[in-house]
């Protein structure tokens, strides 16, 4: 009998893609640039979460924007309004950003030049949690709306965040959303990252999640 | 020079499930069954949807219940507290069904002795569109909190659906959403499904929304 030789594509592809993402944090650290990819639910709120804390942080740091969608420019259009430079990447269909989309978002921007650049994948909540972007920091959005146990149906995501930003707070009281069935859930996932509860729209927390970041940026980089 | 053979993955995977959904639409149509595929964000309201239309249909219509999720029983849990038959497909990290999972799922379920099953997808905007799963009806739901700006940024499943359902309308008020852009933005991409704006929450358009599916019964059967 010949030799069986078995070809497991997604495990290459995912060895190959983890190569790619260690080479992109070799370089983040030779810049001392920190990368943060942000990922949720479409709707959750990772471009209002940029937005809020470009407001914040965008004087004292230097700060470009990579955004991924499936299709479409608003997202980088509605960063480039509040005079911060952004990449679009278009990805055409696939599901979320592998390390080589984003080498290519990176070698638009001039990493020299900057402290810390957001990575807007594409809303889902599944596959982002699945590759190595090669980001720094992993933040995961939830937003009330989509409900408290999303940690119960979507638990790798929650298990390998750096930080749970939990948005839409201050919708609280109109959805049946059990704050502390949400942390129970979270917790038996993930002992260590922190978990914020904010407003986009109303601006609740968003001090504590940029004092957290600027932290990280003085360790990370 | 020798020949270059070239194994294009995705497209064989897609061929092979495609043969596959058709052969599932077949027995459906021998059984004279509906499958009604929902998809749609995490948090969109499926469960709640299928609830719904429980209470409404379960009198007049054999019906069942597949529920994909990454992990957990809780949705199947929910349908059988009705008193329908559920059957739960763990996919165990896979972001979507393929047919191959929906057979089993029928496996599971006495098709001559029902009129209808509905298959909630994995709670995904994006990978569930690219798949047929063998249903006749492919239904997507967007909630309002989400934003009217979800067909720019994931326009396949809107393109695709033979309906959309736009969930938690009785929080119009509250959030940023512009109806009419919605509709404009998805009747760009679709003419012909029809749009049902309800509430899980009050009940609004639940009436309009399982009328057009008893429609749908009798004319896909």
Redesign the interface.
Known sequence: MGAVKLIN?KEEILAENKELAGEIRESLAAARVCLVNLMS????GKTSLILKSLERLKDDHRISVIEG????M?DAEAVAAQGVEAVQIKTG?F?HLNAAMVEKGLSQVDLTNLDLVFLEN??????PA?CDTGANLNVAIL?V???D??P?????IFRTCDALVVN?VD?LD?FDFDREALVRRFRRLNEVAPLFEISCKTGQGIEEWCDWLENRLSVDR
């Open positions: 594509i639910s479409p709707g959750s969608d499936i299709d479409s608003v269909g599901c594409v809303g889902n909540l599944v596959c699945e937003s709306p989509e409900g146990d999303k119960l149906k979507y638990p790798l839409k919708c109109y």
